[in-house]
């Protein structure tokens, strides 16, 4: 086989900026520092510690109240000036649909949390209206989600002061990964270990609800100890509650399918049929809020009939706002009055926060995952900015922990039912905070004779459509390789806690990632000159780092060995290498130089050239495919 194309490659300096300048002709032979010149230009003086702090400082200042950077941080003042009034109906159609929905999902998902009802309200109005000046999207409800709802009880275990300070330090922590641009930590959870987690957390969510939709006892966090309990606590079923539930949750899944169903053409609707269109997405999307109404009349009937112990309702639930405070940093101890005996102890700060652990990690990039998930399903092909996300989950959340507000984000069935509703604006989030407002403030004694099978019906008929099974048959067929860390992630989440199995299946994932880049693919060709001169080409796929550098020398050098033929390293894919690089790379210099067989570097970028130079400075390096082949020519003579 011989190559006839010329494979020339133009070099210049590394960049403009540059203080290191490397230019190397084409069609000529390199041996590293000794045929170029390297030139350095002469900085001036040093300025002093506290002058280059002064200078710092004063440009992050300016570049923070520029202008581009206050319209991008406020996204409210590139939309706002923009607003018009037909955009006005959109925005409260849409918020108002929301607000149907999210308020019996907040009185559940507190229930998920283990938390009384309220705290799952109070996490549905500040954030939201925070939302409206620094959200980037359109499309995104801020409010408690199933899976920030189920980490929170397994992290804070039902205490509210936890909950609320887990809420406070994961807002921290998304403005700090803001500020740091880390937006790209989600790039680490691939889609089969997403995949994995959400259908584990369905599964999850759906037995953490069977002790209120059959009405018995249930204790665990993982699923395994939850079914073991539900299990041994089978034969106290409560009857009523679970002929409730199942009512409730095949009216629920009927009226999802109304929502989609359409009466006529789908265009050149008559005024009626658009009318009876419009009624069938309004009750399919109103479902939650028609099933909390219509349950909670069957509870008060029941209660006012003398049989409200047939099923169970959530009781009391606090009327009115709550005070605006700091996040609590500590607990205090609970004493018996009258014995002094210490009946719950109490925890300092740093206890909390050593009982928050790895959440502190996992839930801010879970929601995260969950934020951009509904950001880019509703971007239209527009760029997204996970940054901003970011930062406006972050001040959100710490809104929501100064008004004792469950954990919350962007929620993906929120979003849909946002966007379907026509929204226009980050102003529809306005109306459903004051909705929510209103709950709190009006409706709350209305809660009380709410079944808890009802409730527990909202989230069952929700998560199972969270199980990710359609995404096994098109990874088999794509890679099945990527089946193992999903279902490690999956298989973890079910045997530990939630935030210990995503950081599995995220380290089966880096695993393959680190085998990877520790076994890169040679190319192994024999080549021939024009003047039937052959030679070995070997041709790395990426780049030169430590974790692949012995396993490269080793095949290189066996090859070598084998072959006995002039040897000739394409590089072209090498754009990176390290020191480990270097003096790999300098030893199989000397290996082959030891046996008196040519080695050669073809196409090597000056980058890498100048960092393999400091160990070596006998590496041959070639530009173009004439000059390779006069030069295997020498050596062939030689």
């Not at 980490?151 to 887990?166: K, V």
């Not at 969270?466 to 088999?476: E, G, N, S, T």
Request: glycine letters at 8%.
């Amino acid at each position: 086989m011989t190559r006839s194309e010329d494979n020339g490659h133009t070099n210049g300096a590394f960049n403009e900026d540059s203080e290191v300048s490397l230019d190397i002709p084409t069609n000529t032979l390199y041996h590293t520092s000794r045929d170029c010149i390297v030139q350095e230009e002469q900085s001036g003086e040093s300025e002093s510690c506290l002058e280059a702090s002064r200078g710092c400082c004063r440009s992050l200042w300016q570049n923070i109240f520029r202008k581009k950077t206050l319209y991008k941080r406020f996204p409210i003042l590139t939309w706002l000036p923009q607003y018009k009034k037909d955009y006005i109906f959109g925005d409260l159609v849409a918020g108002i649909s929301v607000a149907l929905t999210v308020i019996p999902q907040a009185l559940a998902y507190a229930g998920i949390a283990g938390l009384d009802l309220q705290y799952g309200l109070y996490a549905c109005f500040l954030g939201c209206f925070i939302y409206i000046f620094i959200g980037s999207s359109k499309d995104v409800p801020i409010g408690p989600t199933a899976i920030s709802a189920l980490l929170s009880f397994q992290i804070a275990g039902g205490s509210w002061q936890i909950a609320t300070l887990l809420t406070f330090l994961t807002g921290i922590i998304e403005i700090l990964m803001g500020a740091f641009r880390l937006g790209f930590l989600i790039d680490f959870v691939s889609g089969p270990v997403g995949a994995g987690f959400t259908s584990a957390v369905s599964l999850i969510i759906f037995s953490s609800q069977m002790k209120d939709f059959l009405g018995i006892q249930t204790s665990g966090n993982t699923f395994l100890q939850v079914w073991i309990s539900i299990v041994n606590d089978i034969h106290n079923i409560s009857w009523p509650d679970f002929i409730l539930g199942l009512i409730c949750i095949t009216l629920l899944l009927s009226l999802r399918a109304l929502a989609s169903c359409s009466v006529g053409p789908k265009e050149g609707k008559s005024s009626g049929q658009s009318l009876l269109t419009g009624i069938f997405w309004t009750v399919g999307t109103a479902r939650n809020a028609l099933l909390v109404c219509g349950t909670a009349g069957l509870g008060y009937w029941l209660s006012v009939s003398g049989q409200e112990d047939l099923v169970r309702t959530v009781g009391f639930v606090p009327k009115g706002m709550p005070s605006f405070q700091p996040p609590p940093f500590h607990i205090d101890a609970v004493v018996n009055e009258t014995t002094g005996e210490v009946l719950v102890d109490g925890q300092s700060f740093w206890d909390m926060v050593s009982t928050l652990g790895s959440g502190l990690i996992v839930v801010p990039l879970i929601a995260l995952l969950e934020t951009m998930a509904v950001v880019q399903a509703f971007a239209d092909g527009k760029p997204t900015d996970a940054t901003q996300e970011l930062i406006a989950s972050g001040v959100c959340n710490v809104a929501n922990s100064f008004v004792q507000g469950l954990r919350s984000n962007g929620g993906i069935a929120r979003g849909a039912i946002l966007n379907a509703s026509g929204v226009r604006t980050q102003l529809s989030n306005l109306y459903t905070s004051v909705i929510v407002i209103i709950a709190l403030l009006y409706l709350t004694p209305c809660f009380y004779y709410i079944p808890k099978a009802a409730l527990a019906s909202i989230i069952i008929a929700a998560v199972v459509f969270m199980v990710q099974y359609r995404v096994i048959k098109p990874m088999w067929h794509s890679k099945k390789t990527d089946l193992i860390p999903g279902l490690g992630a999956f298989f973890a989440c079910l045997v530990l806690p939630l935030q210990l199995g995503i950081l599995v299946g995220i380290g089966i994932n880096v695993v393959f990632i680190l085998y990877q880049a520790a076994r890169p693919k040679l190319r192994i060709e024999t080549l021939a000159t024009s003047s039937g001169l052959k030679y070995l080409m070997l041709t790395p796929d990426r780049c030169l780092i430590f974790p692949s550098m012995e396993f490269v020398r080793k095949v290189i050098n066996k090859q070598g060995v084998k072959s006995t033929l002039p040897v000739v390293i394409d590089c072209t894919h090498i754009y990176g290498a390290d020191f480990t690089a270097a003096k790999v790379i300098s030893t199989m210099v000397m290996d082959f130089a030891q046996r008196q067989q040519p080695l050669f570097f073809y196409n090597l970028q000056p980058r890498v050239a100048q960092v393999f130079e400091g160990l070596n400075k006998d590496l041959v390096v070639i530009y173009d495919l004439t000059t390779l082949h006069s030069k295997l020519a020498e050596k062939g003579s030689a």
